[in-house]
């Protein structure tokens, strides 16, 4: 089981482009007033897998990701939030992990805050069986804006094996919440899953947000 208490000798052959980051508006290059980033279908979940340091949702659906079409493979949930915001962690990081045909890796991280308990993640703790990966079969919901704002740039894995030129999106206005309840429950069931944030090393880091 991965050690999230020693992870500084995590084996990484790669060093200069890690994830996550921390984010800051100053310094990120605005790129325009929303990321591009559409659902084209409804994700559904049909495998849930306890790996010991998270819960892992298998699952299908496509989606549009500036102008590219990329496949919904996975989604799985950080606590605290891996990326943080000025220096600060939310509570709750979710990974929606996407591929295209020739194997790009396109990471969607929508930073929760704790709000009204979400059906879904509800149906995701409901579920949940410990040590077992068993068949789900659940729809997920509108998790995301019409207009996603937050942060675009190069990055990693964030697990071993820590591999490099994953492109990540990070949604700091999701509609999702998590109730302190769901939160409490996926504290209990999991040690904290977060790396530490990595160097920028000069990356360029976008930011698509409204203008002030
Ligand atoms: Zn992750």
């Known amino acids: 089981m991965l050690n999230y208490t020693t992870q500084s000798r995590w084996p990484n052959g790669f060093g200069s482009q890690q994830s996550p980051i921390d984010l800051k508006n100053v310094g990120a290059v605005h790129a325009g007033t929303a990321l591009d980033f559409e659902m084209r279908n409804a994700y559904g979940l049909t495998s849930e897998i306890d790996d010991q340091t998270t819960i892992r949702d298998l699952g299908d659906g496509a989606a549009t990701i500036f102008g590219r079409q990329f496949a919904f493979v996975q989604v799985h949930f950080h606590a605290p939030a891996e990326h943080l915001l000025a220096g600060q962690a939310k509570p709750f990081e979710i990974h929606l992990v996407h591929q295209n045909s020739i194997g790009q890796l396109v990471v969607v991280a929508l930073l929760v805050d704790v709000g009204e308990t979400d059906a879904t993640l509800q149906q995701i703790i409901d579920q949940f069986e410990p040590g077992q990966t068993q068949p789900v079969h659940i ?3 509108k998790w ?4 996603p704002i937050g942060f675009h740039y190069l990055g990693s894995l964030t697990t071993p094996p820590l591999t490099e030129g994953v492109e990540w999106l990070v949604i700091t206005n999701p ?4 109730s302190s309840r769901q939160l409490a429950w996926f504290k209990a069931h999991f ?11 000069n990356r360029r880091v976008e930011i698509y947000t409204k203008q002030e």
Do not use: K, S
């Open 139 to 141: 729809q997920l919901g």
């Open 175 to 178: 509609t999702v919440t998590i």
């Open 144 to 147: 995301v804006a019409e207009q």
């Open 191 to 201: 040690q904290p899953n977060n790396r530490q944030v990595q160097p920028l090393n």
